[in-house]
């Protein structure tokens, strides 16, 4: 969680380095790193700056937030994920504000990381280097380990406590003992 202008300037490094961008700023139409932005700095301000003062501006932030997640078909809330995040590309996103997701995580389009039915606090904690394929499913009160790549159109509704393997189905199960070292950039490794 982003509790200083320290820790704000580096997930916004680990950020740009994990979806590759060369320079700081964004370009006409990346829209995505502009997202990536926007969500760290609305997790700034909202964590950092507490003076009534502030409240218009970061209200202003938030709609702004807001407005450009539903352009691009995410519901990603605050304070969720870690340092690295890499969204893949433009498309359906849903997470739920109770998840906690570790540093170095790749999304593709169409994941859902959501609660278990009938519960509104019982969501995923998510490790370190984590790999999420496009259309994935993660559901309830689950932990999944450093390192874990899950295949495209999985459904994970049950804990993964081994580092550094593949899994993939419906159910989900193991499928390999090779990770995701090969899927990311680890960017807070690199800084």
Same mark, same amino acid.
């Given at each position: 969680?982003?509790?200083?202008?320290?820790?704000?300037?580096?997930?916004?490094?680990?950020?740009?380095?994990?979806?590759?961008?060369?320079?700081?700023?964004?370009f006409?139409g990346?829209?995505?790193?502009?997202?990536?932005?926007?969500?760290?700095?609305?997790?700034?301000?909202?964590?950092?700056?507490?003076?009534?003062?502030?409240?218009?501006?970061?209200l202003?932030?938030?709609?702004?937030?807001?407005?450009?997640?539903?352009?691009?078909?995410?519901?990603?809330?605050?304070?969720?994920?870690?340092?690295?995040?890499?969204?893949?590309h433009?498309? /359906?996103i849903?997470?739920?504000?109770?998840?906690?997701?570790?540093?170095?995580?790749?999304l593709?389009?169409?994941?859902?990381?959501? /609660?278990?039915?009938?519960?509104s606090?019982?969501?995923?904690?998510?490790?370190?280097?984590?790999?999420?394929?496009?259309?994935?499913?993660?559901?309830?009160?689950?932990?999944?380990?450093?390192?874990?790549?899950?295949?495209?159109?999985s459904?994970?509704?049950?804990?993964?406590?081994?580092?550094?393997?593949?899994?993939?189905?419906?159910?989900?199960?193991?499928?390999?003992?090779?990770?995701?070292?090969?899927?990311?950039?680890?960017?807070?490794?690199t800084?």
């Amino acid at each position: 969680m982003i509790r200083s202008k320290q820790h704000y300037t580096f997930y916004l490094e680990a950020d740009r380095v994990a979806i590759g961008k060369k320079g700081k700023n964004p370009f006409f139409g990346d829209k995505i790193w502009k997202f990536e932005r926007l969500l760290r700095k609305v997790e700034y301000y909202h964590n950092c700056k507490r003076s009534i003062f502030w409240k218009p501006y970061i209200l202003y932030l938030k709609w702004r937030y807001h407005s450009m997640g539903v352009k691009l078909g995410f519901t990603i809330p605050k304070n969720v994920f870690g340092p690295g995040l890499s969204i893949a590309h433009i498309g /359906t996103i849903v997470v739920n504000g109770n998840a906690k997701v570790g540093a170095n995580c790749r999304l593709h389009t169409c994941v859902t990381i959501g /609660t278990k039915a009938g519960h509104s606090g019982l969501a995923p904690k998510i490790g370190n280097n984590v790999y999420i394929g496009p259309g994935a499913k993660l559901f309830g009160d689950i932990k999944i380990a450093d390192g874990i790549a899950i295949g495209a159109n999985s459904v994970v509704n049950r804990s993964f406590m081994e580092s550094n393997i593949s899994i993939a189905g419906v159910p989900a199960k193991k499928i390999s003992d090779k990770g995701s070292e090969d899927l990311l950039v680890k960017a807070t490794e690199t800084l």
